[in-house]
């Protein structure tokens, strides 16, 4: 992801997200040394998805993802998550952690299939209360 896709990636995310993330914040993840946010491309080289990971010492954490509704089961989060995990292996990460709506299923079973396991829970962490899943992902 670079400066010149924010457009395309708030775009995104407004479609994506009831509170979505503002210009500076996906700005902050591009300065920021512990960031490296990723974006898919479809064949005309417009944004199709993204994903934020960070990485803290040995701990990896997915900040935020989406896919452009337009592309949303074709496997572009799943591929997303593979680079992301690949990354964050390769940068020295032993566990990769997120949290995810408890009633986003979709996401939660791409997780699921991607490795993760469930670890908990954030009681009313969304502005319209619902519940935060924790999910923990462990290099072997």
């Known amino acids: 992801m670079s400066y010149q896709d924010l457009d395309e990636v708030i775009a995104i995310e407004a479609e994506s997200f009831s509170r979505p993330w503002n210009r500076d914040h996906f700005a902050a993840e591009l300065q920021s040394p512990h960031s490296f946010p990723l974006a898919a491309r479809n ?11 960070m990485l803290v010492h040995d701990e990896g954490e997915i900040l935020d993802v989406a896919v452009a509704p337009g592309y949303r089961g ?8 593979q680079r ?7 940068r020295g990460a032993a566990v990769v952690m ?11 079973e791409l ?4 490795g ?18 924790l999910m ?5």
């Not at 997120?98 to 939660?108: H, K, W, Y």
């Not at 997780?111 to 991607?114: G, I, K, L």
Request: net charge positive; glycine share 10%.
């Open 111 to 114: 997780y699921r299939r991607a």
């Open 136 to 140: 923990t992902y462990h290099f072997e």
């Open 43 to 53: 064949a005309d080289g417009r944004i199709a998805g993204y994903i934020c990971p």
């Open 74 to 81: 074709q496997g572009i989060g799943r591929q997303l998550l």
């Open 116 to 133: 993760f396991s469930e670890s908990g829970s954030r009681k009313r962490y969304y502005e319209n209360g619902e519940d935060a899943l």
């Open 98 to 108: 997120l949290e995810v709506r408890i009633s986003n299923m979709p996401a939660i």
């Open 84 to 90: 992301a995990l690949g990354d964050l292996r390769q």
